[in-house]
T-cell receptor
Framework: GESVGLHLPTLSVQEGDNSIINCAYS??????FIWYKQESGKGPQFIID?????DKRQGQRVTVLLNKTVKHLSLQIAATQPGDSAVYFC???????????FGTGTRLKVLA | GAVVSQHPSRVICKSGTSVKIECRSL??????MFWYRQFPKQSLMLMAT?????????EQGVEKDKFLINHASLTLSTLTVTSAHPEDSSFYIC?????????????FGEGSRLTVL
């Protein structure tokens, strides 16, 4: 497989605070990135995407930042809620291919 | 949004038997689907790319004779785990890309948890 199977790091955040989840991607040729949310026992759900010609994109309560220089992607969640508790994965893709490589993932725990 | 359906969601089988998992795109056509395997607390590992009307492309280290993939139509891909053994127990997830869509977004199924006794 393409992705690395490591145990998930965990980020614990107080309800109402902002969360920042980081991802280092591997391929400098990757030009499309997606953040996915995966709840226990379910398939990943799309959160937000960004293309390499942008460095920031905002959605509802979420912002993705892309730093191509250091191959780094981050997901910011504003006013984190209990329903945000899940595992978050970044995925990278290169134009012309349909193959996505997934990062190791981060477990977000929202504390009441 | 686009929906991808996987069936069954859970399956328990005896060692040595074969299990088929279906992945359907319900409201769009998918010329390409992907099969992933996910172990507990780990990321998704791409197993193979399923191409409609042609042979699947397997990732390095994935046995094509063990994990048979068939993509006979634009809305259905199947993964058959042949002669399953306990080490094949895992969460299998499929994804599909809408061939007509502008974005490269992948839509995922809900996953199928396989337990081999």
């Amino acid at each position: 497989g393409e992705s690395v199977g490591l145990h998930l790091p965990t980020l614990s955040v107080q309800e109402g605070d902002n969360s920042i989840i980081n991802c280092a991607y591997s391929n400098s040729a990757s030009d499309y990135f997606i953040w996915y949310k995966q709840e226990s026992g379910k398939g990943p759900q799309f959160i937000i995407d960004i293309r390499s010609n942008m460095d920031k994109r905002q959605g509802q309560r979420v912002t993705v930042l892309l730093n191509k220089t250091v191959k780094h992607l981050s997901l910011q969640i504003a006013a984190t809620q209990p329903g945000d508790s899940a595992v978050y994965f970044c995925a990278e893709n290169t134009s012309g291919t349909y193959k996505y490589i997934f990062g190791t993932g981060t477990r977000l725990k929202v504390l009441a | 949004g686009a929906v991808v359906s996987q069936h069954p969601s859970r399956v328990i089988c005896k060692s040595g038997t074969s299990v088929k998992i279906e992945c359907r795109s319900l409201d769009f056509q998918a010329t390409t689907m992907f099969w992933y395997r996910q172990f507990p607390k780990q990321s998704l590992m791409l197993m193979a790319t399923s191409n409609e009307g042609s042979k699947a492309t397997y990732e390095q280290g994935v046995e094509k004779d063990k994990f048979l993939i068939n993509h006979a139509s634009l809305t259905l891909s199947t993964l058959t785990v042949t002669s399953a053994h306990p080490e094949d127990s895992s969460f299998y997830i499929c994804s599909a890309r809408d061939a007509q869509a502008f974005t490269g977004e992948l839509f995922f199924g809900e996953g199928s948890r396989l337990t081999v006794l």
